[in-house]
């Protein structure tokens, strides 16, 4: 069984931080890609920044120059700093782990609140 756990999300002022992690564990190999999703109310879920085995990154357009996503594949866990947060990046915030051990898979968090105040 895998188990995603996110921790970081919060209120934060317009103009702040807040770094998100997300550790996975349980019976999980050959990670390829982590990323983090958003989801505000009444709107689909999207993706925000996504990062290879291999270090390589993609952003959202909205994240771009503000968020900066990392992991450490030895703890199996990915982060998200966020920076420079507007009112419209309140969300809640799924991490994404996929990658193929027998069989593809793809396994999600619980999700993290942020809420940013203007």
């Known amino acids: 069984q895998v188990q995603l756990v996110e921790s970081g999300g919060g209120l934060v002022q317009f103009g702040g931080s807040l770094r998100l992690s997300c550790a996975a564990s349980?019976?999980?190999?050959?990670?390829?890609?982590m990323g983090w999703y958003r989801q505000a109310p009444g709107k689909q879920r999207d993706l925000v920044a996504v990062?290879?085995?291999?270090?390589?990154?993609a952003y959202a357009d909205s994240a771009k120059g503000r968020f900066t996503i990392s992991r450490d594949n030895a703890k199996n866990t990915v982060y998200l700093q966020m920076n420079s947060l507007k009112p419209e990046d309140t969300a809640v915030y799924y991490c994404?782990?996929?990658?193929?051990?027998?069989?593809?898979?793809?396994?999600w968090g619980q999700g993290t609140q942020v809420t940013v105040s203007s």
């Open positions: 990062i290879s085995s291999g270090g390589s990154t």
């Open positions: 349980g019976r999980i190999f050959s990670i390829n890609a």
């Open positions: 994404n782990v996929q990658g193929y051990s027998g069989s593809a898979y793809s396994h």
